[in-house]
């Protein structure tokens, strides 16, 4: 996917559509009443909650009366894969009210694939977005939907789109950070925290006894454990 080509003007939405892509459209609509060639990829689901469903219908029905917005639809993760490969930049606007991103999978995903994003700086996404792999607008506390704001995204969509050098520093460093996304240190963190745990556990003659008394190596206890034991 590395070697395929990139087109310039494609920009990609890839989270779930109440997570903001009604900011996204908004930002399009923007860019082009600024006779922006840049055009907005939208991938979509197929599991939509039924308490959402009015709201996706009324989404995807905007987005097809634009002339600088394409539906992909549900993508199987290569077809999306290839997406993030040849696009530009990936957008995260974000959207108004408490929720905030935990851990942003697109992001991490993008960046993989060197493609640089531009994101609304709420929940975890500073976390998973490092400045250097794309560009971060606002903060917890904005309002998407200000005209502040929205200008202010669709400026630095614009800015990313048509400066090379900064594309291409923002893409090394966004491969550069995922290569530390996995789950080795994780991995490593539970280690050493069980291993902690039973150091702890086998340490205490009381535990012990009652662990040999359950197994039924009651013979093997020390002499101290069985001391223990019987006071």
Known sequence: LERLPRDPK???YGSRPERGLE?????????GKQGSDLVLHVAGYDNSPPQLQDYYNALWSRAQQMPNVRLLGPLRQAQWHRELATARALIYPGVNGEFAEISCIVAMEAQAAGT?????????IPETLPS???ILVGDPDTDVMSPTYLDLFATKVQELATTD??????SFAGREHASTLDWSG???QWQEDWAR???????D????????QRTGEREALAPESRAVEAT
């Open 165 to 170: 050098p900064l594309w291409r520093s923002c």
């Open 23 to 31: 900011t996204a459209l908004v930002v399009m609509e923007r860019l």
């Open 186 to 188: 994780v991995a490593q």
């Open 116 to 124: 640089p994003v531009i994101a609304l700086k709420k929940g975890a």
């Open 197 to 203: 745990r039973l150091a702890e556990r086998a340490s």
């Open 10 to 12: 494609k920009l990609l």
């Open 205 to 212: 003659p009381w535990r012990l006894s009652l662990h040999l």
């Open 132 to 134: 250097q792999a794309g």
